[in-house]
């Protein structure tokens, strides 16, 4: 079992849709939870932090269940500009990310 | 402005050749780590270092090594360049009060 598994889509959706993205982790003592943002053949970027309270950052939600071992991002009133490979990913308190493999979505007009 | 920078930026090698990918960052961090990125696989560890003179291996270390001599930098290097190490390489650096890393952006390497 991958330490963090994310369906890896495409989800096509259309502007102004809503769009949920789910991640779930395997271990229980990860400390540190962010979803990053990777466009084609570039560099992953910091989108968010995780926080077990939920955190909400313009049209981007992010909430954490750690009964469960579940991360979700939520994008309000999708963009062109929101197409991108969405990285779920967890940290020890290491240092050391492990990274999802990526959810991949395609905004159309 | 603090970044982190990596060269070269493409780089075309021959099979069992060394080679040697340079990582630079600004941001005053004491942790640094490579990745190499795939089809399939994801954001995979190579090696990563806490600070000067510490080392560590990652999940996919074999055939790769690194050095850490000062803060700014740690280079990775191909011992042996083979087929299977073609990849995009990601540098990548965190401080110490949380566990973001910043990323540099990347090396396309092809082994031919």
């Known amino acids: 079992r991958k330490e963090v598994e994310q369906d890896p889509g495409p989800f096509n959706v259309p502007e102004g849709a809503t769009v949920a993205f789910n991640c779930t982790y395997s271990?229980?003592?990860?400390?540190?939870f962010f979803w990053y943002r990777q466009d084609c053949r570039k560099e992953p970027k910091l989108l968010m932090s995780v926080y077990s309270s939920g955190n909400e950052d313009g049209r981007f939600t992010a909430q954490l269940n750690r009964a469960s071992q579940y991360i979700s991002l939520l994008i309000r009133d999708s963009k062109l500009s929101d197409s991108a490979t969405y990285l779920c990913?967890?940290?020890?308190?290491?240092?050391?990310?492990?990274f999802g493999q990526g959810t991949t979505l395609q905004v159309k007009p | 402005d603090a970044e982190i920078t990596q060269s070269p930026r493409h780089k075309i090698t021959e099979t069992g050749r060394q080679v040697t990918l340079a990582c630079h960052q600004t941001?005053?961090?004491?942790?640094m780590f490579w990745y190499r990125q795939d089809l399939g696989h994801g954001l995979r560890l190579i090696h990563y270092s806490y600070g000067v003179q510490d080392t560590n291996k990652g999940e996919v270390s074999d055939g790769y090594s690194v050095s850490r001599s000062n803060t700014e930098d740690l280079p990775l290097t191909l011992e042996s360049a083979a087929s299977s190490q073609t990849s995009v390489y990601f540098c990548a650096s965190s401080g110490v009060i949380n566990n973001e890393q910043f990323f540099g952006p990347g090396t396309r390497l092809t082994v031919l």
């Open positions: 990913v967890v940290a020890a308190n290491t240092g050391k990310l492990i």
């Open positions: 941001w005053n961090h004491n942790n």
């Open positions: 271990n229980s003592a990860s400390q540190s």
